[in-house]
């Protein structure tokens, strides 16, 4: 019974070591594959709510956020956006984000260009997997204090040569055409 117990605790032992050396080879660089993606919301997710704290109003909106990934190294990205909230005009913004080896996502959109009233739009999330594809689940609130937004969404992937590339959600125009109306906002290098 005693070498019983003991092949059964050096059994948990060794297990447990190799858990704690997987969990330690963990790294960011699972995620190196978001450098030179495209992101945008999907039909069943662009209603958003805004509030107007003057009138004390929630509305429904229409938000298509797309985002291209310029740049990735270590669990950080940065990327240009476009937004488009309902009838309004597009929103130029540059990101800056991180994902940790365990895919949750932290999103910082800074609208361009920059004017020290401006205040960036944060957005927290997880990767997840919806039907064998990688979605990035983001919530996000944002604008002035006379009107805010409020959104969560399953961002998917586009590319060239699904029906999404040729018309997004919401917009009805190409990526590129989405994503020209703001030229040049994604992040340069310092270094």
């Not at 993606?37 to 797309?66: G, H």
Request: charged letters at 10%; proline letters at 7%; one cysteine or more.
């Amino acid at each position: 019974m005693k070498t019983y117990l003991l092949v059964i605790s050096s059994l948990v032992l060794v297990l447990a070591s190799l858990q704690f050396k997987l969990g330690q080879a963990a790294t960011t660089d699972k995620w190196s594959w978001l450098w030179g993606t495209y992101w945008y919301v999907p039909t069943k997710n662009l209603p958003a709510y805004s509030y107007s704290p003057i009138t004390n109003t929630v509305t429904s909106v229409s938000d298509q956020t797309m985002f291209h990934i310029t740049n990735y190294e270590n669990g950080y990205f940065s990327g240009d956006v476009v937004g488009q909230i309902g009838s309004n005009g597009p929103a130029c913004m540059s990101l800056v984000g991180s994902v940790t080896p365990e895919g949750k996502v932290y999103l910082s959109f800074n609208i361009l260009p920059y004017s020290p009233t401006n205040t960036a739009t944060i957005g927290i999330g997880d990767m997840v997997r919806k039907g064998g594809s990688w979605t990035m689940e983001n919530q996000m609130s944002s604008g002035p204090t006379a009107s805010q937004v409020g959104h969560w969404a399953y961002m998917v992937l586009t590319k060239p040569g699904l029906p999404s590339w040729a018309s997004l959600p919401g917009v009805n125009v190409s990526v590129q055409q989405f994503l020209s109306q703001c030229p040049d906002n994604a992040p340069s290098s310092a270094q």
